[in-house]
């Protein structure tokens, strides 16, 4: 069955650094969505992307962050500058118009 | 905006009981509604889902029952196991189309004993 995947699971930075999150959505789904959850906190949304650029975004996703689709198969998050309060796990889904299959996350631990 | 409430866990239950989860929604419009279960140390999985009012989603023995009047799309299943102890999320989006984020509640923590 495919599934979405992410890498890598664990990453560790440095306040400051910028830091890229990747992500292989299922190959034939046209929306691709990031979503973080700060330990014991609910799963928020951050941005969806369709037909290569940025459909909808939360006001969390703000000018520190980008995605990027950089060929057919990668979907990445970049953090320019990383925060203590970016530590989180972060989702990567894919899906149509009622569906999204979310990765399995990366736990982004920022120190 | 939109916004789910779910009941506050941890709920603890024993082998072969009635569950029950309730969750609540305030949206504009007609969103679609979707329950997702996290297992330890792993993602979400995208469990059931409705997409319009009295649809009733169902998958492993959980059903839910998109209930508009009530604003509701509570989870339930018959006779619960070891293997359900995980965290469910109530969930729902837009009906605009396939762009919206998921807005999610706090999750509820299931503890099923032996």
């Known amino acids: 069955e495919p599934e979405v995947t992410q890498t890598p699971s664990h990453q560790v930075t440095q306040m400051g650094q910028e830091v890229i999150l990747r992500c292989v959505p299922i190959?034939?789904?046209?929306?691709f969505y990031w979503y973080r959850q700060i330990l014991g906190q609910k799963v928020e949304f951050l941005v969806s992307?369709?037909?290569?650029?940025?459909?909808?975004k939360s006001e969390i996703f703000d000018d520190q962050f980008s995605v990027e689709r950089p060929d057919g198969s990668n979907f990445t998050l970049k953090i320019r500058s990383t925060k203590l309060e970016d530590s989180a796990m972060y989702f990567c889904?894919?899906?149509?118009?009622?569906?999204?299959?979310f990765g399995p996350g990366t736990r982004l631990t920022v120190t | 905006g939109n916004s789910v409430t779910q009941m506050e866990g941890p709920v603890t239950l024993s082998e072969e009981a009635f569950l029950t989860i309730n969750c609540t929604y305030t949206?504009?419009?007609?969103?679609?509604l979707f329950w997702y279960v996290q297992y330890p140390g792993e993602g979400l999985q995208l469990l059931l889902k409705?997409?319009?009012?009295?649809d009733k989603g169902s998958n492993k023995g959980f059903e839910a029952t998109y209930r508009k009047e009530t604003t509701s799309f509570h989870l339930e299943k018959g006779s619960v196991q070891v293997s359900d102890s995980a965290v469910y999320f109530c969930?729902?989006?837009?009906?605009?189309?396939?762009?919206?984020?998921?807005?999610f509640g706090k999750g509820t923590h299931l503890i099923i004993q032996p």
């Open positions: 190959s034939n789904h046209l929306y």
């Open positions: 409705a997409t319009k009012a009295d």
């Open positions: 889904a894919s899906g149509g118009v009622h569906e999204q299959y």
């Open positions: 969930a729902l989006a837009n009906s605009g189309g396939g762009a919206d984020g998921l807005t």
């Open positions: 949206a504009t419009g007609y969103p679609s």
């Open positions: 992307f369709y037909n290569n650029e940025i459909s909808e």
